[in-house]
T-cell receptor, first 112, second 114 residues
């Protein structure tokens, strides 16, 4: 399995609180992605990174921010969590050689 | 941005038959398309990649085609087994480029009955 780890795996938080999800890779891949997956919507891209300190928005970026200060770590922050951000979040990595993306195990986030 | 659609939410077939899943894209052809398998509670797992200049690619019981005229990719599983039951996703790079920023279809849930 590719070396990609998400933490935490499960989290319940209250509306209005900040939340940070972490993705850690040991593959030294250039590209890192955050997706959310919801019934009826499939996987939707939130933000992605193409290098240290290089990030860009995806399809559903409102309410989320990201940071990548090291190649191996990509953080997703919900500044003020809302119930609509209850979802399963997946991190993915890709070498950039148009081969394949490797996904983490997912983080199930519930905002109450 | 580009769109990618998997028109069938679910497909039920009998064991031993061939499953055929469809993926359609809009606008210009991507440099490649990818297919993934996702089991409940797990992240997607890569299966196959097919490039724009390839008509067909095979891997064991899996076959993928890429038709730039129809703007479509077909994913076939021959001699299907109950263990093939899962959700299958297709993906493409978003801005027509050769890498990065993958977008996914909503997936087709395949159920193979014994």
């Amino acid at each position: 399995d590719a070396g990609i780890t998400q933490s935490p795996r499960h989290k319940v938080t209250e509306t209005g609180t900040p939340v940070t999800l972490r993705c850690h890779q040991t593959e030294n891949h250039r590209y890192m992605y955050w997706y959310r997956q919801d019934p009826g919507h499939g996987l939707r891209l939130i933000h992605y990174s193409y290098g240290v300190k290089d990030t860009d928005k995806g399809e559903v970026s409102d309410g989320y921010s990201v940071s990548r200060s090291k190649t191996e770590d990509f953080l997703l922050t919900l500044e003020s969590a809302t119930s609509s951000q209850t979802s399963v979040y997946f991190c993915a990595i890709e070498s950039g050689s148009a081969t394949e993306a490797f996904f983490g195990q997912g983080t199930r986030l519930t905002v109450v | 941005s580009q769109k990618i659609e998997q028109n069938s939410e679910a497909l039920n077939i009998q064991e031993g038959k061939t499953a055929t899943l469809t993926c359609n894209y809009t606008n210009y052809s991507p440099a490649y398309l990818q297919w993934y398998r996702q089991d409940p509670g797990r992240g997607p797992v890569f299966l196959l990649l097919i490039r724009e200049n390839e008509k067909e690619k095979r891997k064991e019981r899996l076959k993928v085609t890429f038709d730039t005229t129809l703007k479509q990719s077909l994913f076939h599983i021959t001699a299907s087994q109950p263990a093939d039951s899962a959700t299958y996703l297709c993906a493409r790079p978003n801005y027509g480029g050769s890498q990065g920023n993958l977008i996914f279809g909503k997936g087709t849930k395949l159920s193979v009955k014994p």
